[in-house]
């Protein structure tokens, strides 16, 4: 199984700031993901996170608005820039070890941020 | 895109009591997962069922499948109050790069 640790938990954030979010895992993955879950809602995939290359991101997500870095197998950050009350959810990080069918993908706890 | 949904959206048991949850799904799948989700928390995975098998179980917890109906059901039985939660469904689809799609999830509230 793997462990996966996000800062910050939560945060308020000030309308036009943007904040970091970092995601670490305790051991190798090959396959790290960015979801958001507004209020009430279910998840809904950002982008899959490319070690040393770009993230993929789905549709109606842009690298402007939410830039992803993966420099290592185990670390990625998610960055919500220019903040909107809009942007107020839950960022979780998930990673998946290989990608044969099978796998346990798992979750971190979440970073919460409300924009005021 | 989401493509699972869930049904009920919401449901409220006596504690003891079984809860059931139903999931479907569209298109074709390696695997289907549950999670559980305490109100502001993150998700806690509970089971995997891969494509080739129709029943599974862990503990508490039954999970069906049936890929020809494309869905998929979870049985929490002796429900606790502890088991207040919301119940996700996650789908692995052929092809995809382990991507999970959710479903809407189920509301479920055990009262002591």
């Known amino acids: 199984s793997a462990v996966i640790s996000q800062k910050p938990s939560r945060d308020i954030c000030q309308r036009g700031t943007s904040l970091t979010i970092q995601c670490q895992v305790d051991s190798q993955v090959t396959m790290m993901f960015w979801y958001r879950q507004q209020p009430g809602q279910s998840l809904t995939l950002i982008a899959t996170a490319n070690q040393g290359s770009e993230a993929t991101y789905e549709s109606g997500f842009v690298i402007d608005k939410f830039p992803i870095s993966r420099p290592n197998l185990t670390f990625s950050t998610l960055t919500v820039s220019n903040m909107s009350p809009e942007d107020s959810s839950i960022y979780l990080c998930?990673?998946?070890?290989?990608?044969?069918?099978?796998?346990?993908?798992?979750f971190g706890e979440g970073s919460w941020l409300t924009v005021v | 895109s989401q493509q699972g949904e869930e049904d009920p959206q919401a449901l409220s048991i006596q504690e003891g009591e079984n809860a059931t949850m139903n999931c479907s799904y569209k298109t074709s799948i390696n695997n289907l997962q549950w999670y559980r989700q305490n109100s502001g928390r993150g998700l806690v995975h509970l089971i995997l069922?891969?494509?080739?098998?129709r029943e599974k179980h862990s503990g508490r917890l039954r999970v069906t499948l049936d890929t020809s109906k494309k869905s998929s059901s979870l049985l929490i039985t002796a429900s606790r109050a502890a088991d207040t939660a919301s119940y996700f469904c996650a789908t692995d689809a052929k092809g995809s790069a382990r991507q999970l799609t959710f479903g809407s999830g189920t509301q479920l509230t055990v009262l002591p």
């Open positions: 069922i891969r494509s080739n098998e």
């Open positions: 998930s990673a998946a070890t290989g990608d044969v069918a099978g796998n346990t993908i798992y």
